[in-house]
């Protein structure tokens, strides 16, 4: 259970404004207009109640302030409730919000009141990183390595495949690699035997997932995954484009896909 700190979401802006920067430079668009293209959506002055929820480990020090300064840094209407969990669901919905934002240890959802849709952040997280990683200047072999098949990497592998990209995967639990293999046709992907890839999308909770071998001087790798699969060292040798950002693309994802 990879949970957020305190620490992971500090300057929340800035780091999402730097990431926005990369994706543009890379894809030619803004994460906003990535997410429009994908859902076929638009925001629509939405006002999003952020709901604070005590289960489990509690309540995470700046996570609600951070989806606030996330959901007001794409265009929305938001506000945090005094109350938390039941009766805060309750304050969110008297104070007339579109959309609800909630989660504990092992779910977060954001539901739309208006229409009755639904999103989880780990799909929803999965996916726009590996569209932002697709639409990459550099993706144009159409190869493309995925690190982790997990909550937030399989989903993403799938989009790809779907986006006709060939998907060599890897993970260090065989099963869910075996697992991949043989529902998304992905190929594969052995550390033994590496190869180079201009593009790679990761998604562990681990450090230094992504071999040196692989990396392409200038290769984009869009990851989610928290601490960053790569080392600053590696970072700079290969000139590494890093989309890496702890909440804000999942979350503007969750909320382009239920609008
Ligand atoms: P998960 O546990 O479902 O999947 C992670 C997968 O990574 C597992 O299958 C595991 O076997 C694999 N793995 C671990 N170490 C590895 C290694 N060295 N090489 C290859 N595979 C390895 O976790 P989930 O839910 O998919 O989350 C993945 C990461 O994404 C976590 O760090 C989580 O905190 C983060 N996350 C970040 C979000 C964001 O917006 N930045 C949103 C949601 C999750
Ligand atoms: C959604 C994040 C992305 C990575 N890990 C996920 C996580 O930390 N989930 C737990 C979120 C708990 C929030 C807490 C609160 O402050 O409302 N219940
Ligand atoms: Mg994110």
């Given at each position: 259970?990879?949970?957020?700190?305190?620490?992971?979401?500090?300057?929340?802006?800035r780091?999402?404004?730097?990431?926005?920067?990369?994706?543009?430079?890379?894809?030619?668009?803004?994460?906003?207009?990535?997410?429009?293209?994908?859902?076929?959506?638009?925001?629509?002055?939405?006002?999003?109640?952020?709901?604070?929820?005590?289960?489990?480990?509690g309540i995470?020090?700046?996570?609600?302030?951070?989806?606030?300064?996330?959901v007001?840094?794409?265009?929305?209407?938001?506000?945090?409730?005094?109350k938390?969990d039941?009766s805060g669901?309750?304050?969110?919905?008297?104070a007339?919000?579109?959309?609800?934002?909630?989660a504990?240890?092992?779910?977060?959802?954001?539901?739309?009141?208006?229409?009755?849709?639904?999103?989880?952040?780990?799909?929803?997280?999965?996916?726009?990183?590996a569209?932002?990683?697709?639409?990459?200047?550099?993706?144009?072999?159409?190869?493309?390595?995925?690190?982790?098949?997990?909550?937030?990497?399989?989903?993403?592998?799938?989009?790809l495949?779907?986006?006709?990209?060939?998907?060599?995967?890897?993970?260090?639990?065989?099963?869910?690699l075996?697992?991949?293999?043989?529902?998304?046709?992905?190929?594969?992907?052995?550390?033994?035997?590496?190869?180079?890839?201009?593009?790679?999308?990761?998604a562990?909770?681990?450090?230094?997932?992504?071999?040196?071998?692989?990396?392409?001087?200038g290769?984009?790798?869009s990851?989610?995954?928290?601490?960053?699969?790569?080392?600053?060292?590696?970072l700079?040798?290969?000139?590494?484009?890093?989309?890496?950002?702890p909440?804000?693309?999942?979350?503007?994802?969750?909320?382009?896909?239920?609008?």
């Amino acid at each position: 259970m990879a949970l957020l700190t305190p620490a992971d979401l500090i300057e929340i802006n800035r780091q999402l404004a730097i990431s926005d920067e990369v994706v543009r430079k890379s894809t030619g668009f803004e994460i906003k207009g990535i997410c429009e293209a994908l859902y076929g959506t638009k925001a629509n002055s939405e006002k999003v109640g952020i709901v604070p929820i005590t289960s489990g480990n509690g309540i995470i020090g700046s996570f609600s302030e951070s989806l606030l300064a996330i959901v007001r840094y794409f265009g929305l209407e938001g506000f945090i409730t005094e109350k938390t969990d039941v009766s805060g669901y309750y304050e969110a919905l008297s104070a007339g919000a579109d959309i609800v934002l909630m989660a504990d240890d092992y779910t977060y959802l954001a539901h739309n009141l208006k229409n009755g849709k639904i999103a989880n952040n780990q799909p929803c997280t999965g996916i726009i990183y590996a569209e932002i990683a697709s639409r990459a200047k550099q993706a144009g072999s159409k190869e493309i390595l995925v690190v982790g098949l997990g909550k937030v990497g399989f989903p993403g592998a799938e989009h790809l495949k779907k986006k006709g990209f060939s998907v060599y995967g890897y993970d260090l639990d065989k099963t869910l690699l075996q697992r991949a293999v043989s529902k998304l046709r992905i190929l594969p992907f052995s550390p033994e035997n590496p190869k180079k890839f201009p593009v790679i999308f990761e998604a562990t909770p681990c450090p230094n997932t992504i071999p040196e071998a692989v990396l392409e001087q200038g290769c984009l790798v869009s990851t989610p995954g928290i601490p960053c699969a790569l080392s600053e060292n590696l970072l700079e040798k290969y000139a590494v484009e890093l989309v890496a950002e702890p909440l804000g693309i999942g979350t503007v994802s969750m909320l382009y896909s239920i609008f």
